[in-house]
């Protein structure tokens, strides 16, 4: 892909929504490059970094998964606020929970991918109080296809290097290519488990696709790869943003 950057002169507020394996953590790093006043915001990364520094929010949420629940919804929320706020893109004052049914007002300059949050339509209702996303991506793949992609994926546990028999095989099947060790297949990506992730995805997306439907940010991209799905998101934030 190419490494020309790219000016936002508008404030692009991003989520990409695709089943499991359809290479979404692929396109979230190649748009950070491409517009470098892009910022990721993970739900999953926040939560990790306030349980180890002991925030407020980090002990209450450490307490939740030790108790085996999920943590809420509003506790998220929170995390994405404070997150906000200590890049300056909310004003200080503004109470940690996102409780009026207005979105408060964000900076301008506020351009980010949402990674992780919302997965649902109930939780993409409750993100429209805090902050009003502009575009969402629908990223669109053959199941077949993903399928053939984590069939082929192997992996060299030690090191962690990826190989697949499709375009990146071994030099010798099995092995790995620096010492020689077996090869393994990760338990994410057999096939019984992703069929499981994707029947979960396609229970909860059908709602949440409605929902930024109804709002008109809702965008649709498909191909068989990467490669081929990201000249078109390009190509469409430079329409809408640039």
């Known amino acids: 892909m190419s490494s020309v950057t790219r000016q936002l002169q508008k404030a692009a507020r991003i989520i990409l929504i695709g089943a499991p394996g359809v290479g979404k953590g692929t396109?979230?790093?190649?748009?950070?490059?491409?517009?470098?006043?892009?910022?990721?915001?993970?739900?999953?990364?926040?939560?990790?970094?306030?349980?180890?520094?002991?925030?407020?929010?980090?002990?209450?949420?450490?307490a939740a998964m030790q108790s085996g629940n999920l943590v809420p919804d509003s506790m998220i929320l929170d995390l994405i606020s404070s997150e906000f706020k200590t890049k300056g893109w909310f004003p200080s004052s503004l109470s940690n929970k996102a409780a009026s049914s207005q979105a408060p007002s964000i900076s301008s300059s506020a351009s980010f991918i949402l990674d992780g949050f919302p997965r649902t339509a109930t939780q993409a209702a409750s993100l429209d109080t805090l902050v009003p996303v502009n575009f969402v991506i629908y990223l669109i793949t053959p199941p077949s296809v993903i399928l053939s992609r984590i069939g082929s994926r192997w992996v060299h546990e030690a090191s962690g290097r990826v190989y697949n028999t499709s375009f990146n095989a071994p030099k010798v099947s099995g092995k790995d290519d620096i010492t020689g060790e077996p090869l393994v297949q990760r338990q994410?990506?057999?096939?019984?488990?992703?069929k499981q992730r994707l029947n979960k995805f396609e229970e909860t997306s059908k709602a949440l696709l409605e929902h930024y439907e109804r709002k008109g940010c809702l965008w649709r991209v498909e191909g068989n790869t990467s490669d081929e799905i990201t000249p078109q998101i390009?190509?469409?934030?430079?329409?809408?943003f640039c």
């Open 27 to 62: 396109q979230k790093e190649r748009l950070l490059t491409r517009f470098p006043q892009l910022a990721s915001i993970s739900s999953g990364d926040l939560l990790r970094e306030n349980v180890r520094r002991k925030t407020p929010l980090g002990i209450e949420a450490e």
């Open 188 to 194: 994410d990506d057999s096939v019984d488990t992703w």
């Open 234 to 240: 390009y190509a469409e934030i430079e329409r809408k």
